[in-house]
Structure formats: structure tokens, C-alpha cells
């Protein structure tokens, strides 16, 4: 299961549901949440 980060807030999660996620579940933002795709990834991106 993908994880989910916040581009807004940065808040990462996991939907618990089947279904993508729209919205940040804590600042309720729409349209941007991305996928994490590897650990490798987040280390590059700081
Ligand atoms: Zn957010």
C-alpha cells in the first residue's frame, strides 16, 4: 500500500481505504497529496 504526503503540510499517511485520497486528512487540502513511492526517494528529497 502507497504512502501519502502532504505538499501542503508534509503530514504523511496511509489511506485506510481502497481509494485515493483527495484530500489531506489533517489540513484538509485537496489536489495535493503524492505518492511515496521508496525510502530512497524521501532521503533524496532532503
Ligand atoms: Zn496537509
Not at 504526503?5 to 503524492?34: I, W
Amino acid at each position: 500500500m502507497a504512502n501519502y504526503r502532504c505538499m501542503n503540510c508534509n503530514y504523511r499517511f496511509v489511506p485506510k481505504s481502497n481509494r485515493a485520497p483527495t484530500r489531506c486528512p489533517y489540513c484538509s487540502t485537496e489536489g495535493k497529496l503524492v505518492t511515496e513511492k521508496s525510502a530512497d526517494q524521501i532521503v533524496r528529497e532532503v
